[in-house]
């Protein structure tokens, strides 16, 4: 009698309170945020107001007859340009096109090779600079164009869908964190003075394969499997002795090979043709002119330069152009206020009153600024004036070459 009892008691409990005997359900709620998110508005501004923006004085372009559009030149084949990201490689950006451009030129083969292997492996060569100098030698993310050929030399070079340098996901290249992290575990090797060249490479390895993925060993091409070297030598056939770099600048012997001597040249290459500022000019257009495509190095924080105008010129204010010569070149370059601070790949050219303008493809952010997205038009007032060196094949310069007795 007490069992039924209980079992009624029970059951009445359920019929009259249901929600003792259910189970609440939880749901996936994305936060709002709510009045907290004023709250830390308010804080942050108040620990850090807002500063003043300041102003860069820079030409006034409203009035200046710059090119239009890229379909004004008279253009070599090359790639669609890209994007570099948030890197410090656009010697590696630059160079690769030329390249790419050059394989173009000399075989028909329309190829896109993978920038990032070449600026994988300068990474592990300037780890090992670093350890043999004792710290000595430069660590960071610029090099230099001859870099790729002296990189390619050793480890060859891929196809940019073999080694992409983006993870999963990720749209654009970003070094920022990863370089952070290599510069830092170089200063504690420093600080330590642990000068184990095995251990440093390995650790820089690790932190590249993170940020980058791991460069591939083999690739596939023609059908075949086949090493970076061989892809390089069998497929792409390139003969890398054929290219030199011609500088000019006036602390220097002209007409004698030197070293270029600027940060980014940290093996201290000694390669560069030297030559006048008149020859410099003279040769950089007929090599244009006669179908080739050059990468050049040079200076692009100028008051004439603009990425909305898409354009680089020399204003009046600086320098009038019949004023460009050697010394005013070797001045600026001699104060610093002519810096090697990129690399870009001159693919056109056109004639304008008497005067040349380039087409410039390039990686940098900047270049996507206005209506020819990668893109800017340099006046060659400002080649003359801020552009110190280029890459070329030995072909176009056979002239110039004679002079240093090759």
């Known amino acids: 009698m007490k069992k039924l009892l209980f079992i009624t008691i029970i059951i009445l409990l359920a019929v009259s309170q249901p929600t003792l005997l259910s189970q609440d359900k939880g749901v996936f709620k994305?936060?709002?945020?709510?009045?907290?998110?004023?709250?830390?508005?308010?804080?942050?501004?108040?620990r850090s107001p807002e500063k003043t923006k300041k102003k860069s004085f820079k030409l006034d372009f409203s009035n200046y007859d710059v090119p239009k559009s890229v379909d004004e030149f008279e253009t070599q084949w090359h790639n669609d340009p890209i994007s570099?990201?948030?890197?410090?490689t656009?010697?590696?950006f630059s160079t690769t096109s030329y390249f790419e451009s050059e394989i173009y030129r000399l075989h028909g083969k329309k190829v896109k090779l993978s920038e990032i292997w070449t600026a994988y492996w300068e990474y592990i060569e300037k780890a090992r600079g670093f350890v043999r100098t004792r710290g000595?030698?430069?660590?960071?993310?610029?090099?230099?164009?001859?870099?790729?050929?002296?990189?390619?030399?050793?480890?060859g070079v891929v196809p940019a869908e073999d080694f992409t340098g983006l993870l999963p996901d990720q749209k654009f290249h970003d070094h920022s964190k990863m370089f952070e992290e290599m510069n830092d575990f170089l200063k504690s090797i420093k600080k330590q003075n642990a000068w184990n060249e095995e251990f440093v490479v390995e650790t820089i390895k690790s932190i590249l394969h993170r940020y980058l993925g791991t460069p591939p060993a083999m690739v596939k091409a023609d059908g075949m499997e086949m090493t970076a070297r061989q892809y390089?030598?069998?497929?792409?056939?390139?003969?890398?002795?054929d290219y030199i770099d011609v500088l000019s600048y006036m602390q220097k012997p002209y007409w004698e090979e030197v070293e270029y001597e600027v940060p980014d040249n940290w093996w201290h290459n000694k390669d560069y043709h030297n030559v006048p500022l008149d020859v410099f000019m003279k040769t950089v257009k007929e090599v244009l002119r006669n179908g080739y495509t050059i990468v050049i190095g040079g200076d692009v924080s100028e008051p004439g330069y603009d990425s909305e105008a898409e354009a680089a010129v020399v204003p009046t204010f600086d320098i009038p152009g019949e004023y460009i010569d050697e010394n005013a070149?070797?001045?600026?370059?001699?104060?610093?206020?002519?810096?090697?601070?990129?690399?870009?790949?001159?693919?056109g050219i056109k004639k304008s009153d008497d005067k040349d303008w380039f087409l410039i493809k390039d990686s940098g952010s900047g270049s996507r600024d206005g209506n020819n997205k990668g893109y800017y038009f340099y006046h060659e007032d400002y080649?003359?004036?801020k552009i110190m060196d280029f890459m070329v094949h030995k072909s176009a310069v056979k002239d110039l070459l004679k002079k240093f007795g090759k």
């Open 136 to 155: 000595k030698s430069l660590f960071a993310e610029g090099s230099e164009a001859n870099a790729v050929t002296r990189i390619w030399r050793k480890y």
């Open 329 to 347: 070149r070797q001045f600026r370059f001699s104060n610093k206020t002519t810096t090697d601070d990129h690399g870009i790949h001159i693919v």
């Open 30 to 46: 994305e936060r709002k945020g709510g009045f907290i998110k004023e709250i830390m508005k308010e804080a942050k501004k108040f």
């Open 84 to 88: 570099q990201g948030l890197t410090g």
């Open 383 to 385: 080649v003359k004036l």
């Open 232 to 241: 390089l030598v069998d497929v792409l056939k390139l003969n890398l002795d």
């Open 90 to 92: 656009c010697w590696a």
